[in-house]
């Protein structure tokens, strides 16, 4: 309880998943219900849905190999939607932020294939390998990396 205090509540943060995949719609037919279900899913807390900004691919990210049979099995038989999974190599996703809109710019045209947004449209740069994570910090000092979806925008 507090008197007089404005609280802003963040919310309850996303961590960076463990295990990535792309998602393919199995059925084009029921397109709409496997939407649906992805983002219902997402919003439990199952895992995360990342949107690639280069060409518009899903990835689900999970922190075990469990939870996308799990998806797999609800989305079939609470939304009657079926899909696949392709494996990709993937080390980390962080979410980026920088007060600077210029280097922000730069990081966006130079990076434009590592980056995906998340369910709640926030930026997440999609490292392969922590060589290359490293290696965008470098080169892009004005830019924040975060491991959880937790920061003020």
């Known amino acids: 309880m507090t008197e007089g205090e ?4 963040k919310g309850i943060p996303s961590f960076s998943p463990e295990q990535f995949r792309y998602v393919n719609n199995t059925d084009p037919m029921k397109t709409k219900q496997l ?3 992805l983002n219902e899913l997402m919003d439990e807390g199952v895992a995360q849905l990342f949107t690639k900004e280069d060409n518009g691919r899903k990835i689900i990210g999970t922190v075990g190999a469990l939870q996308f049979e799990v998806i797999q ?7 009657g939607a079926s899909c696949s999974y392709e494996p990709m190599s993937m080390h980390k996703a ?3 932020k920088c007060d600077d809109p210029l280097a922000m710019k730069e990081f966006e045209q130079r990076r434009k294939k590592d980056l995906a947004t998340d ?3 926030h930026l997440v740069f999609m490292a392969e390998s922590a060589w290359m994570l490293k290696m965008a910090q470098e080169n892009h000092p004005k830019v924040q990396f975060y491991f959880t979806s937790e920061m003020d925008y």
Do not use: M, N, P, T
């Not at 404005?6 to 509540?9: E, Y």
């Open 119 to 121: 369910k709640d449209g």
């Open 35 to 37: 939407a649906k279900g």
């Open 73 to 79: 099995h609800r989305l079939l038989h609470e939304y």
């Open 94 to 96: 962080c979410w980026v």
């Open 6 to 9: 404005k609280l802003k509540f």
